[in-house]
């Protein structure tokens, strides 16, 4: 009923700069709050950045300055702006969006696929 892709994903130097983007297409009655997740080989899965339906904004404590998360509810889309990268924050990145069926319903948490984010000299 829905998918959510994620493209975006690179290797870049440390410095540079990478934005992510996730869409969503399928059926559904609302997207409530969406997000990035990150998880490193060896390291359990952390919330990066999430957005709520009115704008919202909550970061991660080593992001913050340097990702800035955006919608655009016309376009079902989650953006992930990442600056000034670390390599450190090499991971699969993991859109999420919390989408209710239909009206009533209890929203549900939605994965997407995963785009590497590679950051190396």
């Known amino acids: 009923q829905v998918q959510l892709v994620e493209s975006g994903g690179g290797l870049v130097q440390p410095g540079g700069s990478l934005r992510l983007s996730c869409a969503a297409s399928g059926s559904w009655f609302s997207i409530n709050a969406m997000g990035w997740y990150r998880q490193a080989p060896g390291k359990q899965r952390e919330l990066v950045a999430a957005?709520?339906?009115?704008?919202?904004?909550t970061y991660a404590d080593s992001v913050k300055g340097r990702f800035t998360i955006s919608r655009d509810n016309a376009k079902n889309t989650v953006y992930l702006q990442m600056n000034s990268l670390k390599p450190e924050d090499t991971a699969v990145y993991y859109c999420?969006?919390?989408?209710?069926?239909?009206?009533?319903?209890?929203?549900?948490?939605?994965w997407g696929q995963g785009t590497q984010v590679t950051v190396s000299s």
């Open positions: 999420n969006a919390h989408i209710s069926a239909a009206y009533g319903d209890y929203d549900r948490a939605h």
């Open positions: 957005i709520s339906s009115g704008g919202l904004t």
